[in-house]
């Protein structure tokens, strides 16, 4: 099932927001290159608290599993501008209406199972079904290089904006195009025999 709602709105779905928070934790122990980036690596960030972000959160019916998502206009506070810019200073400043910034991509699912990989790509179509009814043409992000590994299994690779050496990790910035071919595509994934 899918929920979306901002942090202002979080007493409402309290109980989904908690499960997200869990998630975040378990997905940043599982992927230790985030915790040696940045120390400490909170689960509920200033970004939550003074932004009040768009959630994207996604739960397994039959198990714990959590896929989530953070997304934020770039005409405000993003993360890329105020804590990513000095690890990458070939990056354009982004600031637009029609570009989102995503944050925080995680799951507890396991994405190498059917009902794992579905888990995230709803999670994903839901971001970009909203981005396009929005007017979104684009949505960026940071991550360690490592994660590419997620994307190529999803088959939702971002365009790659620029490199850089984050506390001796590897990090990029990457865009995605926001199309209805995009949002057509990860639904045609949802329905390949896995």
């Excluded at 939702?156 to 990457?174: H, K, M, R, S, W």
Aim: glycine share 4%; charged share 25%.
């Amino acid at each position: 099932m899918i929920y979306e709602f901002s942090y202002d709105e979080r007493h409402q779905f309290l109980s989904v927001y908690e499960k997200m928070l869990i998630s975040r934790k378990n997905f940043f122990e599982n992927y230790p290159e985030w915790g040696q980036a940045f120390q400490p690596c909170p689960v509920e960030d200033e970004y939550d608290r003074r932004c009040s972000p768009f959630y994207i959160v996604g739960l397994q019916d039959s198990s714990d599993a959590v896929a989530s998502v953070r997304i934020m206009p770039t005409t405000g506070p993003t993360m890329l501008r105020e804590e990513f810019s000095p690890y990458f200073p070939y990056c354009p400043d982004i600031i637009s209406p029609d570009i989102w910034e995503l944050s925080y991509l995680s799951t507890t699912a396991d994405t190498t199972s059917l009902a794992g990989r579905n888990l995230m790509l709803d999670v994903l179509k839901t971001v970009y079904a909203r981005a396009f009814a929005n007017g979104i043409k684009q949505v960026v992000g940071t991550y360690p290089r490592s994660k590419l590994r997620l994307y190529r299994r999803l088959e939702c690779l971002p365009f790659p904006l620029c490199e850089g050496d984050i506390n001796g990790q590897e990090f990029c910035v990457g865009v995605w195009d926001i199309s209805p071919l995009t949002l057509r595509h990860l639904t045609e994934l949802q329905l390949r025999p896995f």
